[in-house]
């Protein structure tokens, strides 16, 4: 490994084995209440593109735009056009370069995928359930990469994420999923994957980076203010989105 690889060779062993990497405090606290400030602006706005919860359908989740919380914001779409904070977080060197270390390659910034600020308001924050990120992403191979940063403090209470460790190199058979591609909670073989899940605490700043084929859920918002989170996905130069796939449907960045 080049004695300037920003990851050491532990890191990246770890992402190997796990499937995902912390890196505590990678962003500044300036850059982070920049991109806050943005956040909580378009959010009072609810300025568009946006997803609102009764549109993720989520369980739980308000049934209409006109119910009551349905106009609660899910995701700030189109980060990367939406403020040049985001955008400077997204193209970010030394990001880039712990990308390219992991992926063996130069990479590309995919705005076709996350590429957005999510948002888990009280009251009307749903759950995810236990899905991969590839389940609806289409690529020459499942090696993309999820980079989400944290603009909040992240625990179970507020709907932070859960990880199953070493779940990306995991077969899973057809009859596991639901239609949707989440984990079928009252399978066995899946009971016993979810009692594997970590929970994944993160302060303001913190990033993980996490495999396209790791398997992750998060919570309900039980607290009182809104969680904040901005999230991008990368792919390998050479992983090239499959033509006429929603992958392919947008721009690409090459860092
Ligand atoms: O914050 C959440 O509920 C998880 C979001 C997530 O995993 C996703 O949108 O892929």
Known sequence: MPSNAPLSVAQVAAFENN???LL???VSVADCAAMTAVTSAHLAQALPPVEFEAEVGYAGAPQSLDSVGGRTVRRLRDAFHRHKSYRAWATNAQLA??????LGERVCLTLAHHNCVM???PDFGTATGWHRDIRYWSFARNALISVWLALDHETQN???LR???GSHRLTIKPEQMDALDFLRPEVAENQALFV???DVQLQPGDVVLFHSGLFHAAGRNNGTAVKQSVV???RGHSNLPLPGSRSAASEDILL
Do not use: S
């Open 19 to 21: 499937g995902y990497l």
């Open 24 to 26: 505590p405090r990678l």
């Open 97 to 102: 370069a712990m990308l390219a270390q992991l």
């Open 119 to 121: 948002t888990k308001h």
């Open 158 to 160: 507020n709907g932070g």
């Open 163 to 165: 990880f199953i460790p």
């Open 196 to 198: 594997q899940g970590q």
């Open 232 to 234: 991008f996905a990368y």
